[in-house]
Structure formats: structure tokens, C-alpha cells
Nanobody, 126 residues
């Protein structure tokens, strides 16, 4: 059974850091693109980052470029989203997903076909 489970969210002060994890089961992340979506309160989901099949390419939304880093640990079958210099507007639920390809995540769309995790809450507040 294909499953994604996010973790690592929490409350952090502006300027702080968090590392989100997306643990995969039922498939190997090396063979799939994995994306991260962010849903701020009262807003639609938006794609923020994606790592391509085999990890050859990474993609970031302009809003997080230079602050967030996506990576993989094949031994743990897990994809990470390192979030630095967090801002209040980064608050929301973060979801990981197995999209058909990374361009689907980075387009202006709130949803892509694939397996979605339940999400993890990130709150950036002083």
C-alpha cells in the first residue's frame, strides 16, 4: 500500500528553522518525483518544492527560493524539506505528494493527481 506521512511541523519563531519529513512506504522514492505543497489559512494549496525522479533536479517556488531545501535519504525512503529563515506567511499545512512530474507541482494549481500525505502543521509566530 502506497503511503506518505509527513512530520516535523510545529511552532517556531520568525527567522527560525524546521525540517519536515515525508516518509514513504509501499514504493521507493528514488523512482518517483516527490513534491511539497503549502496551504496557508484561508488560501488554496500551492506547490513550494519538488525533487525529480532519481533526484536529478530540484524546484522551488519564488517565495521559498534560497530559504528552503528539498532532499532525499534513500536509506530511509524519506524526502525532507529544510525550511530556514521562516516567515509568518510560511504558516500553514504542508503536504507531500507523488506527482506525475515536478512541473505539475510548480504550476499554479492547488492539486495534482498522486498519493498525498495527511499534512503537518507549521506555525511561524512570535
Amino acid at each position: 500500500q502506497v503511503q506518505l506521512v509527513e512530520s516535523g511541523g510545529g511552532l517556531v519563531q520568525p527567522g527560525g528553522s524546521l525540517r519536515l519529513s515525508c516518509a514513504a512506504s509501499g514504493f521507493t522514492v528514488d523512482y518517483y518525483a516527490i513534491g511539497w505543497f503549502h496551504q496557508a489559512p484561508g488560501k488554496e494549496r500551492e506547490g513550494v518544492s519538488c525533487i525529480s525522479t532519481s533526484g536529478g533536479s530540484t524546484y522551488y517556488a519564488d517565495s521559498v527560493k534560497g530559504r528552503f531545501t528539498i532532499s532525499r535519504d534513500l536509506a530511509k525512503n524519506t524526502v525532507y524539506l529544510q525550511m530556514n529563515s521562516l516567515k509568518p506567511e510560511d504558516t500553514g499545512v504542508y503536504y507531500c505528494v507523488t506527482p506525475p512530474a515536478c512541473n505539475a507541482v510548480m504550476e499554479t494549481t492547488p492539486w495534482v493527481p498522486g498519493n498525498w500525505g495527511p499534512g503537518t502543521q507549521v506555525t511561524v509566530s512570535s
